[in-house]
């Protein structure tokens, strides 16, 4: 069940299971369903997705720790794709929807607001996790440097929880939720980190 | 179960006990509606469109009552109307209190029947940058202030919402400290714009906006205009108000709309009107400049915010 072939198999699924909120929500949209404030509604379901899915990638590797679950790791590009592709519609529906393109207000919201400036951030490190996703970006790079590129999902996955927590006005539980999950999961990797060390010694 | 007499006062009577405001307002206006026109107004929102400004167009009974902030019902816009079916204003009573010569415990239909009824279209500005259009039906604060007869020493009202967690789900949550607390300094209470609404769309106040009376001042951002009051009270000093105990960098006590004041975490120069595609820009005193305005010549409002 758990074999590489079976989940090489699944992908087209994922891909679709992943797509369909975005055509769902964009067919609301134009249709009129995304209740009275739809500009708003659509840009937050993109922003979640995104969080969700920036998270749901990190979880996929400490979950690749487990044997029998090693191969969801096959999952995980294209699971950070489209991170990036809803942290795209968000964005753009920031900057087109929101703001009309009025860039002169927009450049002063980034420089002037911490929470638009922790996400505006966050999406600038998730840009070159995109542009070296391919495996030939990986052979030309080499492994070690594009290892390293991809260390920068770690500041983006913190800023984007800040950005989400500082947007909330009172109750803070769902932001919460997942910045307690980011820290489970970076406490993981730590732990992991330090018995290499000891086992190196 | 006992029907109250407050559950089937129909508007055609709060009617008769209307009379017409004598001044005009730039922008809102009280009225001359005949009377079978309560009916169903929500299907027929042409009859405000006199009071409207040039630049509005009232929203729908729809928008007004399914997009809420009210967290006593939960957080999200949605919440309010999906969460409040178990809310039951009736009976409904207000205390006065503080320092006044008539402090008592009023019943709502009595305080009705001494009051005069209007309808008053405003502009609600939220503090989240959003804002709509709104027909509410209510009486100037300043009528209940009159039968509360406030001694001079009394310088600010404090308002209460109801606190029933039972009934208001959002309550068992700690967001806020319940209950919700908000104040007006006395000269803003007894302002003709501030009035306490009983109704929208010629319907009695729905649960999800705050029913049956709230507060409406259409010059400060929404969270000014508290809903559910069971209580009044008359103070000689400025009273805690619950977003300004949570977060007073952000919410100040004063919260009049200003395009120039920016709220910490986002732009107060432009906002969303519900309905509407693009953003504009955001008026000064929500456009209630000529009204008020004079009551804060001697305010420095960055630091009063």
């Not at chain 1, 030309?140 to 950005?163: C, D, N, T």
């Not at chain 2, 969303?272 to 009551?295: C, D, P, Q, S, W």
Request: aromatic share 14%; charged share 20%; glycine share 4%.
């Amino acid at each position: 069940m758990f074999s590489t072939k079976n989940f090489n198999r699944s992908k087209p699924y994922i891909f679709l299971l992943l797509l369909f909120p975005s055509l769902l929500w964009i067919l609301q949209f134009i249709t009129g369903n995304l209740g009275v404030n739809p500009i708003e509604r659509i840009m937050d379901e993109f922003g979640l997705m995104a969080l969700r899915l920036i998270i749901l990638t990190l979880a996929i590797t400490t979950l690749a720790n487990i044997k029998k679950l090693k191969s969801i790791v096959l999952f995980r590009r294209m699971i950070g794709l489209f991170a990036f592709y809803y942290v795209t519609l968000h964005f753009s529906t920031y900057i087109f929807l929101d703001h009309f393109l009025d860039i002169n207000f927009i450049f002063k919201d980034i420089i002037k607001r911490p929470f638009i400036t922790f996400g505006f951030i966050s999406f600038l490190c998730l840009i070159p996790l995109a542009l070296t996703s391919t495996n030939q970006m990986v052979k030309r790079l080499g492994f070690k440097v594009w290892k390293k590129i991809h260390y920068l999902i770690y500041p983006a996955v913190i800023l984007s929880s800040f950005h989400f927590y500082m947007l909330v006005r009172a109750d803070k539980t769902e932001p919460m939720i997942y910045m307690g999950i980011i820290v489970l999961l970076l406490l993981q990797r730590i732990a992991k980190k330090l018995n290499l060390l000891q086992l190196n010694q | 179960m006992k029907i109250l007499g407050s559950e089937i006062t129909p508007y055609s009577t709060y009617l008769n006990r209307r009379k017409f405001i004598k001044g005009t307002f730039a922008t809102a206006v009280a009225t001359t509606i005949s009377s079978n026109v309560f009916a169903n107004h929500e299907t027929s929102p042409d009859i405000y469109n006199k009071y409207l400004g040039e630049n509005d167009t009232i929203n729908s009974y729809e928008e007004i009552t399914t997009y809420n902030n009210f967290y006593e019902f939960g957080t999200h816009k949605k919440h309010p109307s999906l969460n409040s079916g178990n809310f039951n204003p009736n009976p409904w009573s207000i205390k006065l209190e503080g320092l006044i010569n008539n402090p008592q415990t009023i019943d709502l239909e009595k305080l009705l029947s001494k009051v005069t009824i209007e309808d008053r279209v405003y502009r609600l500005r939220c503090v989240e940058a959003w804002s709509m259009v709104i027909p509410w039906q209510g009486f100037q604060l300043s009528e209940l202030i009159k039968i509360a007869d406030p001694l001079s020493s009394a310088k600010y009202i404090q308002f209460v919402t109801v606190l029933r967690p039972e009934e208001m789900p959002g309550q068992q949550k700690r967001t806020i400290i319940w209950p919700y607390r908000e104040g007006l300094r006395m000269d803003e209470a007894m302002n003709s714009l501030t009035i306490l609404a009983t109704g929208l769309y010629g319907h009695k106040m729905p649960n999800q906006n705050g029913a049956p009376i709230r507060l409406v001042v259409p010059w400060k951002y929404g969270f000014k205009s508290i809903k559910s009051i069971v209580a009044i009270r008359f103070l000689n000093e400025q009273p805690e108000t619950s977003w300004e105990t949570l977060a007073p960098w952000e919410y100040g006590f004063y919260a009049n709309v200003n395009p120039s004041v920016d709220h910490p975490r986002w732009s107060q120069s432009t906002e969303r009107r519900i309905g509407e595609f693009k953003r504009r820009e955001t008026l000064m005193f929500n456009g209630y400049e000529e009204e008020v305005a004079h009551l804060y010549k001697d305010l420095d409002m960055t630091k009063f915010y």
